[in-house]
């Protein structure tokens, strides 16, 4: 079992920049490719960015390339997410997901997942 929880979310402007953590507990978690999703209201979940569990593979939504970096720490217990430049169609629930293929959580399938932080960005 993985148990997955998110933090840094908030209110910033456009233009800003937040950090995102997903913190790991369980068993083998660094085995797991983690993935980070969003929903705004009356939207479908999205995918964001996913790193692969060495950390040697990163995959981005357009939308975000070249704005949001996503790292792991040496010991592979936390994921990180840097958004910098934010706008206000960042706005949205942000949820880490964690899979042992990093291609399943490009395609919105994972097995295990987070409660979400939200982040909003004023224009």
């Known amino acids: 079992q993985v148990h997955l929880v998110e933090s840094g979310g908030g209110l910033v402007q456009a233009g800003d920049s937040l950090r995102l953590s997903c913190a790991a507990y369980?068993?083998?978690?660094?085995?797991?490719?983690i993935g980070w999703f969003r929903q705004a209201p009356g939207k479908e979940r999205e995918f964001v960015s996913a790193?692969?569990?060495?950390?040697?593979?990163?995959y981005y939504a357009d939308s975000v390339k070249g704005r949001f970096t996503i790292s792991r720490d040496v010991a592979k217990i936390t994921v990180s997410l840097q958004m910098n430049s934010l706008k206000p169609e960042d706005t949205a629930v942000y949820y880490c997901?964690?899979?042992?293929?990093?291609?399943?959580?490009?395609?919105?399938?994972?097995?295990?997942w987070g409660q979400g932080t939200q982040v909003t960005v004023s224009s």
């Open positions: 790193i692969s569990w060495s950390g040697g593979t990163v």
């Open positions: 369980g068993r083998a978690f660094s085995n797991y490719a």
């Open positions: 997901a964690a899979d042992l293929e990093i291609h399943r959580l490009i395609g919105l399938m994972y097995d295990y």
